[in-house]
């Protein structure tokens, strides 16, 4: 995990909406984020720590329009949490690595696990931007 001031430095290095929806465990608009219709393949990193979280092959089109996986690149590279927010109870998504915010994972996503990790575009950076982030 970060330290605070880390966490505070990083936060001049995000967007807006990276800096909300990582630290302030916000939402992006549907359809709006810059990865909901990627189709490069290549691996998703934490937009905050860089650590690796998805790989494009877990990729799929839920119609949600937020990036939708139905696996992580590693059972331990990202966390589950209840989140009770919003008078639902839910189950929240961080990076195991630096627990910066990444959206939710629901029971309704396609074999081979039935989940659908919906993910925030802000809370990643695929392989080719990476320089960039």
């Known amino acids: 995990m970060l330290t605070k001031e880390e966490m505070e430095k990083l936060k001049d290095k995000l967007s807006r909406e990276s800096v909300n929806v990582c630290f302030n465990r916000g939402t992006e608009a549907p359809f709006t984020g810059r990865?909901?219709?990627d189709h490069e393949?290549?691996?998703?990193h934490c937009v905050v720590c860089g650590a690796p979280l998805f790989h494009s092959d877990?990729?799929?089109e839920s119609g949600t329009g937020w990036p939708s996986f139905f696996q992580p690149v590693a059972k331990n590279s990202v966390k589950e949490d209840?989140?009770?927010s919003h008078g639902m109870v839910r189950t929240e998504?961080?990076?195991?690595?630096?627990g910066a915010h990444l959206g939710h994972?629901?029971?309704?996503?396609?074999k081979p696990s039935g989940l659908r990790y919906c993910i925030?575009?802000?809370a990643l950076?695929?392989?080719?931007d990476v320089t960039k982030a």
């Not at 950076?125 to 080719?128: A, E, G, I």
């Open 58 to 60: 877990t990729k799929f």
């Open 41 to 44: 393949r290549g691996t998703f």
């Open 105 to 110: 994972v629901f029971e309704d996503g396609p």
């Open 125 to 128: 950076v695929h392989d080719r």
């Open 120 to 122: 925030n575009s802000a």
């Open 82 to 84: 209840v989140d009770r």
């Open 93 to 98: 998504v961080s990076c195991a690595n630096c």
């Open 35 to 37: 990865y909901w219709n």
